[in-house]
């Protein structure tokens, strides 16, 4: 077990409604972004002297620009169908973590500047004056808010808390003060192409090690190429694939599947990242600014389809906003949806008989499926109502022997957060990672002991990086996380093709030519 500077939950054989306990979280905070990550991002470096009056105008130019957000503001009645189902109250018990309370934070400076109840008697309505204090507050639990839309499933009225935090964490950007995990990462992007900061050949290096490796232990030329102009397919991938596992698997799995479907395909090094933070913040600019590169190098590559890999919020942005963002996609060939993720290309292969299986490959892993929250809530796969539920669980099926849901009421539609998404990936926040996903862990344990499952697959970047970190702590091994694709990999027959051989005689002969140039320079 991992060690912790805080008390773990105690894992339950069901959630339980905690007994509310005010401010056990009130520390919790990230980083705030230095200038230097605010500036590329278009935002002020540093809290203005006259914060209050610019944070007000923003909240009155988001209150103008989307309709929902007022209504959110004005439509709850303090029902309490939220209260419970949030995993970050579930497991830390403060009722700021309710997303009910968490929403009144934004609501009580609303009322106090917006309504003429608010101006007159603002103590009758709940109003709030915008106070320090109260940005304070707004700073620590918008950040406690992984925008998973679970509360919004049961809400009567179909309040969305995640667009409420996503408009919070915007107007903090725009007074100065920003989150340093998000803002660093995105202006990553826009230097080098990538959340990680990975340059571009650092990305063929590893590509030629995947396939070096792919090749020693199947015996087939499997390519992972890169800024292939004319290609099929360009891949947009989470940074992650290349070079962390589970999530590296899932990329070897990738290609794979595309060698065997027999289409080209590339990779991009300027546009190496299909994550896209800009919606965590509620930056739409931010999130056009990133797509737009995808863009310009479908344009540059001449691809005719564009695919996305194993990323929850990167394929909600490409579903919900692609087309918005960065459109027309009319220079693709119209035959194919823009977006496709990843599961609907392999999905179909499968239903073609295009691939073969060995199952048994698999043999050793007892699987169960977490639905990622901005896959789940947030999108959808395929042309069926409930493709993005029944699309992963077929391929799984197809490639492993041995499969087992999750209670209902925590997976699909209901799905629970990992505890990590929403741009709180980092170890600043630990705590709140590890209580947040609790209710997901307790889940996890029940069909661990009633069914022996040994292994969770996911198919989101954020959630396979945060169960590595956090199951540890619940007395778990990190590696029970696999990426979906890497379960592909694994029991996948692969087809050697033709110009495999005529590439062993090119490498023979490449080999020849270097023992050569050795005996010239030994002579020398």
Same mark, same amino acid.
């Given at each position: 077990m991992a060690k912790a500077t805080f008390v773990v939950p105690a894992l339950r054989q069901y959630p339980q409604v905690p007994a509310v306990t005010p401010g056990t979280m009130a520390h919790s905070a990230p980083f705030v972004a230095k200038p230097e990550f605010q500036a590329p991002l278009g935002f002020p470096g540093e809290l203005a002297d006259d914060w209050q009056a610019q944070a007000i105008a923003k909240m009155g130019e988001l209150l103008g620009k989307y309709r929902s957000l007022r209504v959110y503001m004005d439509s709850c009645v303090k029902c309490g169908a939220c209260t419970d189902k949030c995993h970050y109250f579930l497991g830390t018990k403060d009722p700021k973590n309710m997303p009910v309370g968490r929403q009144d934070l934004m609501r009580g400076v609303y009322r106090r500047y917006f309504t003429l109840a608010g101006r007159i008697a603002p103590k009758l309505v709940g109003a709030t004056d915008f106070t320090k204090e109260v940005l304070d507050d707004w700073y620590s639990y918008f950040h406690q808010c992984s925008q998973c839309r679970r509360c919004s499933v049961f809400c009567p009225y179909g309040i969305d808390t995640a667009e409420i935090s996503m408009a919070a964490r915007e107007i903090m950007d725009s007074i100065g003060v920003g989150q340093k995990y998000c803002n660093e990462i995105i202006g990553k992007v826009y230097t080098i192409g990538n959340n990680l900061g990975l340059p571009g050949? =650092?990305?063929? !290096? *590893?590509?030629?090690? #995947?396939?070096? $490796? /792919?090749? !020693?232990? *199947?015996?087939?030329? %499997?390519?992972?190429p890169i800024d292939q102009v004319g290609a099929d397919i360009l891949l947009v991938t989470p940074s992650a694939d290349f070079f962390a596992e589970p999530h590296v698997d899932g990329l070897i799995g990738y290609g794979k599947v595309f060698h065997e479907a027999g289409v080209s395909w590339t990779l991009s090094s300027y546009a190496s990242e299909a994550a896209n933070l800009g919606m965590f913040i509620g930056s739409y600019e931010n999130m056009r600014r990133i797509s737009l590169r995808i863009r310009e190098e479908a344009i540059r590559l001449k691809v005719k389809r564009i695919i996305f890999g194993e990323c929850g919020h990167a394929w909600r942005v490409a579903y919900s906003f692609l087309n918005t963002l960065a459109g027309p996609w009319d220079f693709l060939d119209s035959r194919y949806p823009v977006p496709q993720h990843i599961c609907e290309f392999t999905y179909d292969l499968i239903q073609q008989g295009k691939l073969t299986f060995d199952k048994t490959q698999n043999d050793d892993k007892i699987l169960t499926y977490h639905d990622s929250c901005n896959v789940a809530r947030g999108s959808r796969m395929g042309d069926q109502p409930g493709g993005q539920f029944d699309i992963p669980r077929a391929i799984i099926k197809a490639v492993c022997n041995q499969f087992y849901d999750m209670d209902e009421d925590t997976i699909r539609k209901r799905t629970f957060c990992c505890g990590g998404g929403g741009g709180l990936l980092t170890d600043d926040l630990m705590e709140l990672?590890?209580?947040? =996903?609790?209710?997901? /862990?307790?889940a996890l344990n029940n069909v661990m002991q009633e069914k022996g499952v040994t292994h969770m697959a996911a198919i989101c970047a954020i959630c396979k990086s945060q169960f590595t970190k956090v199951l540890p702590y619940y007395g778990m091994e990190? $590696?029970?996380? /696999? &990426? #979906?694709?890497? #379960? %592909? &990999?694994?029991a996948i027959v692969l087809t050697p093709r033709e110009d495999d051989e005529d590439d062993e005689d090119d490498d023979d002969s490449q080999a020849l030519d270097d023992d050569d140039s050795e005996s010239v320079d030994e002579a020398a």
């Open positions: 050949p =650092a990305l063929r !290096d *590893t590509l030629e090690g #995947l396939e070096e $490796d /792919v090749y !020693d232990e *199947t015996g087939v030329k %499997v390519r992972y990672r590890v209580k947040g =996903a609790q209710p997901r /862990v307790e990190m $590696d029970q996380i /696999v &990426s #979906l694709h890497q #379960l %592909v &990999s694994n």
